[in-house]
């Protein structure tokens, strides 16, 4: 027995290849929208989580200005205190330095020579003296600019003979001198010391 088939079998095919075209579009559609709200949830969660850690950092930035407020505020009130310190070492200081300075002439003097007149004009000392000889002056001077702390720089004015009568009544050649010093306290010495020490580690630091 033959069977011929009477229906239009093309017309169905094209109609269950057109279902499964649209059923697979539809597919396709469904999953980039999954796909899409999935990346879009994953990014809000990494925006939410950025914002989070500017919120932290900003928090963190704030405190951290406060305290740096502070310690520029506590440098201010160290600075100051040195400053009121140092003010007083040096009034205490200048207060024992007319002692100082006495007692520096009475070792530095040599014999022969005997001060008349010393006279302190801030860091200027000038002195004023008999000398039985110039070789003494040149001794004072020698005295002065190496073996004193507190006088430095010695400079002569002024020598010029005199005629003094003596006990006897007898006249005595002398010199009339005038000296002219400066006066360096020794804690200067030692800030000026200080100083190039200071400016030559700070080149060193860069270095390493």
Not at 60 to 85: H, M, N, W
Not at 172 to 201: G, I, W
Request: proline residues 3%.
């Amino acid at each position: 027995m033959i069977l011929i088939n009477l229906l239009p079998h093309r017309e169905e095919k094209r109609k269950r290849r057109r279902i499964a075209f649209f059923v697979g579009l539809g597919a396709s559609a469904v999953t980039g929208l999954v796909g899409v709200g999935l990346a879009y949830g994953a990014l809000a969660q990494l925006t939410a989580a950025q914002q989070d850690r500017n919120k932290f950092l900003t928090t963190e930035i704030k405190k951290l200005e406060i305290q740096i407020k502070d310690i520029v505020t506590l440098k201010g009130e160290i600075e100051s205190l040195i400053a009121r310190q140092r003010a007083v070492e040096d009034l205490q200081s200048d207060r024992n330095l007319p002692v100082h300075l006495l007692n520096e002439l009475a070792t530095q003097t040599p014999e022969g020579i005997y001060l008349m007149t010393v006279k302190q004009d801030g860091r200027i000392l000038n002195v004023n003296g008999i000398a039985q000889t110039q070789e003494r002056i040149s001794e004072f001077l020698r005295n002065t600019a190496n073996t004193s702390e507190w006088l430095v720089r010695p400079e002569l004015v002024e020598s010029k003979a005199v005629s003094l009568q003596a006990a006897n009544r007898d006249q005595k050649r002398m010199f009339d001198f005038t000296m002219r010093l400066n006066v360096s306290q020794p804690q200067d010495k030692a800030a000026a010391a200080a100083a190039p020490a200071s400016a030559a580690s700070a080149p060193a630091q860069k270095k390493a």
